[in-house]
Structures are given as C-alpha cells and as structure tokens.
C-alpha cells in the first residue's frame, strides 16, 4: 500500500496515518510519501532538499511503515505550469524509488497527474473541499475532473465532497477513532467550567468567536491543543490566534500538540469540548475530534459547516451560530442528563478506526460496496 500523502508522517495523527496504521496491523505494508518541501528549502536545508529530489529515502518509524521525504520546486496549485512541473518530478521520483504498490493513493488534487504511470489501483482520497479551502488555487476544476474521470476509485469523507467530481459516485468513508481512546481508564478529575479543543489550528479556527465566547462566560478556562499549520500566507491569522491568551487575560491557553498517549486525561478534565470553525470553509470536512470527543463521552459543542451536512451529528450535539448560542450550550452541557455520555461512547464505538479501514478497503481495493456506520454510501462502477 502505498500513500501520496498531504502531511508529513510526524506527528502520526491524521487520517492517513491512521488507516496506515490499521493496514499494517492486516499485513499490508505501507510506503509513505510525505507532502513536499518546495524550493523554499533550499535556504534552511539544501542537502536534504536535493537529497529528496530525484528518489526516495525511506526509513521505518514503526515496523511495517516506511517514510520518506520528497522535494519540488514549487507547490503544484500554484499554476498550471507548476503543477505539470511538480507532477513530473512525482513521476520521476516514484520511478525511481521502485514504486510498485498494489494501491496508490493521492490525497492532493494538483498531484494526480502523475498517477497515469503507477502500477496497481490508483484512489484519490478526498478529505478536504479543496475549491472552498484554497479558492486561489490554479486549476483546481480541471484536476478535480480528471480524477473523477480516471480514478478506480474516489473515497470522500462528506457527502457535500461528492459534486466535487462530476459524473462520479464517491464511496463516503469518514473519519474515525481508536480503540485506545475508548478504553483508556480515567485518571484525571474534570474541572469545573473547562473547554477544550484538541485538532490543528488553522484559518478555520474562529477566532473572533472565541474571543467573543470568553467574554461572554467570565468564569470559563478553554485549552487549545494542537500543531499550528497556518500557511505562510496566513501569518497575520496566526498571530491574531497567539494573541488570545494576552486578551483573556490567560484564560484562553494554548499548549501545543498533544500527544495521543495524554489525550484521554486531556478530555476527561473538561466540561465541554469545542469545534470552532469559521462556517464558511468548514463545509465538507469529517473532524476528528468530534470523534475522539465523543469517545470520552465529552460534550460537543460545534459551529454550523459540516456536521449538519455529513450524516455523522453524534447524540446531543449542540451545533450553533453565534458566540451566545455557544455560551448557552456550553451553561447546558454542565447540567446534561448522566446518560448523554453513554450515548456518545457507544456513538464512537461504532465508528472506530478498524471499521472505518474495513470500509476504505473494500472501496479501495474494489473489493466490494463499502458499508459505513451511519453514513449513506453508493459505489459507482470504476
């Protein structure tokens, strides 16, 4: 098996990571290409930017998974010429490092150009709406036409990312949870009037609403937890969302990334976990916290953009517009019935990673119609 991927292997958080993780456990090796560093590393580390240039390096994080770094020039959503660029030197690249997987999976649009040479199945997973999250990226349109035209198969994580791929039914297989998280025993004690929220930070991180929430509960604390991965364009967001901590007079904290070893003690301290998105580029996501939320029975309190669009809406969801709505949920959720919890536990049960590699399978591998949890799912003919 082998991933295209559209985030470096460390830290082993995401999607693609997961799933990696759960092929290995079937006896699927994996080969894991990660995201590439454009020539703007050139100034920070050159060696290492040619060394990845022409072949791959692979190296094993975890027995049965080996990683390897890859160099461009540019990023390919750049322009039309970028992309054919970028593409070729994927080509080249994998040619190079003996690609030969049984399955390829792409996970960014402007680097499927390169899989008409690949051996094997070649999949397009689709975790993001690209048009909405990058509307400056160049040819998007045509990139996302092409897949649905010569894909084996296209997996999306939301329904609302089907019309993305015209003439194409994509088989819908959403973000999950782990076992781990499920079972883990609780330890930490809750605190008292304590949000959290635990996931990458963004553009879609609302911070205006936060600010707004924080004022309008002056006896709430909320932690954010998670890597930054604010694009370079993006830096003026990035330093608005610092800047929280200093305007709330410490009640807002951000502490980093979590590892997924603390995460279980993380959820059980708070009283509320959080999903504030800008709504206007949330539509189409499958957030894994929500997920990982639920499986402490913590609960969820999100901004409207894709959970009422998504068939996943876990029990006792609130999902609201504004900061007022948010500060009554998050009053609400302290006095919910016992019961809630339970649900939401034996919500994310149900929707575990295992299961949901299950399903990714049988739609990868064409194996047979994907069955998901919840979620409607039809498989049109390859």
Known sequence: MGFLAKDPWDPAIRREQMIARQLVQRGLPVRFVQAPADARRLRTDPGNWWAHLRRARFQSPETGIAVTERSTVQPGLRSPAAERLDAGLLAGFLHRSGWDP???????????????????????????????????????????????????????????????????????????????????????????????????????????????????????????????????????????????????????RYEGLLPRARLADVLDAATVGLIPDVAGIALGQSSMKTYDYCARGLPVVATAGHLEHSGETPPHTSVVATAQEMAAAMRAAVDEPVGCAKERVDWAAERTWDRRTDAWLDATLGRRPARVTGVHTTTAPS
């Open 102 to 252: 049984e399955l390829s999976v792409f996970m960014l649009p402007w680097e499927w150009r390169a899989a008409s040479a690949l051996p094997g199945r070649r999949v397009f997973d689709c975790t993001d709406d690209w048009a909405r999250l990058l509307p400056h990226a160049r040819g998007l349109p045509d990139q996302l036409r092409r897949i649905a035209d010569e894909a084996d198969e296209v997996v999306v994580v939301n329904p609302v990312l089907a019309d993305l791929f015209p003439g194409r039914t994509p088989v819908v297989v959403p973000n999950g949870t782990d076992e781990t998280l499920l079972t883990a025993p609780r330890t930490a004690e809750r605190r008292e009037r304590h949000a959290v929220y635990v996931g990458s930070i963004a553009e879609r991180f609302d911070v205006d609403l936060v600010r707004a929430l924080l004022a309008a509960l002056p006896d709430w604390t909320l932690t954010v937890h998670g890597q930054l991965v604010f694009p370079s364009s993006a830096q003026a967001a990035r330093e608005r969302f610092l800047a929280l901590e200093r305007e709330t007079g410490g009640r807002f």
